[in-house]
T-cell receptor
Framework: AQSVAQPEDQVNVAEGNPLTVKCTYS??????LFWYVQYPNRGLQFLLK??????LVKGSYGFEAEFNKSQTSFHLKKPSALVSDSALYFC??????????FGTGTRLTVIP | DAGVTQSPTHLIKTRGQQVTLRCSPK?????VSWYQQALGQGPQFIFQ???????QRGNFPDRFSGHQFPNYSSELNVNALLLGDSALYLC??????????????FGPGTRLTVL
């Protein structure tokens, strides 16, 4: 069975400050982890993924995520938040079966 | 490079009716997956098509069916609509040849409202 937890429904951060959106997962076997972002009335946009290798993954728009196997976490980070980063962020996991299991999402608001 | 496209954008149906949603994958992709995103929830996997066959299926009833055409485009059909089927339906495409676990790229979705 697979599961993803995004413990924070809402994250607020001031523009220019670092941001973190948390994600923990449970999966049988090796995890394949993804972050997607969703803007209002839009589909999901791919940000980054972890398959294997370096635990720090760099993605689009300056985002990065760190895979921590012992803590089963894959937190999304950005050193300096922009107002345009305000959106709904989804963490997803796969056991390799080529379908994604999503968390319930975290709404990020960057305050000017 | 054309991304994933879906039609229609919005759709309103009544209970008991049937609906067909359409998806064209990103250029060069051969696999299409469908997801249902209810309000305030994350997307849930419905099924995936590759080589015109359903390869995987999530926990959805048989009222949900699909098809993939030789040009890799896909349809999602839902019969006997229920109020609970109201959701954003997302199509995602990927290239199976990249490896077993590959990035899925999503379309803008079809918003289905069942009255």
């Amino acid at each position: 069975a697979q599961s993803v937890a995004q413990p924070e429904d809402q994250v607020n951060v001031a523009e220019g400050n670092p941001l973190t959106v948390k994600c923990t997962y449970s999966v049988s076997g090796n995890p394949y982890l993804f972050w997607y972002v969703q803007y209002p009335n839009r589909g999901l946009q791919f940000l980054l993924k972890y398959i294997t290798g370096d635990n720090l993954v760099k993605g689009s728009y300056g985002f990065e995520a760190e895979f921590n196997k012992s803590q089963t976490s894959f937190h999304l980070k950005k050193p300096s938040a922009l107002v345009s980063d305000s959106a709904l962020y989804f963490c997803a996991v796969s056991s390799g079966a080529n379908n994604l299991f999503f968390g319930t999402g975290t709404r990020l608001t960057v305050i000017p | 490079d054309a991304g994933v496209t879906q039609s229609p954008t919005h759709l309103i149906k009544t209970r008991g009716q049937q609906v067909t949603l359409r998806c064209s994958p990103k250029s060069g992709h051969d696999t299409v997956s469908w997801y249902q995103q209810a309000l305030g929830q994350g997307p849930q996997f419905i099924f995936q098509y590759y080589e015109e066959e359903e390869r995987q299926r999530g926990n959805f009833p048989d009222r949900f069916s699909g098809h993939q055409f030789p040009n890799y485009s896909s349809e999602l059909n839902v019969n006997a609509l229920l109020l609970g089927d109201s959701a954003l339906y997302l199509c995602a495409s990927s290239l199976l040849g990249e490896g077993r676990l590959n990035t899925q790229y999503f379309g803008p979705g079809t918003r289905l409202t069942v009255l």
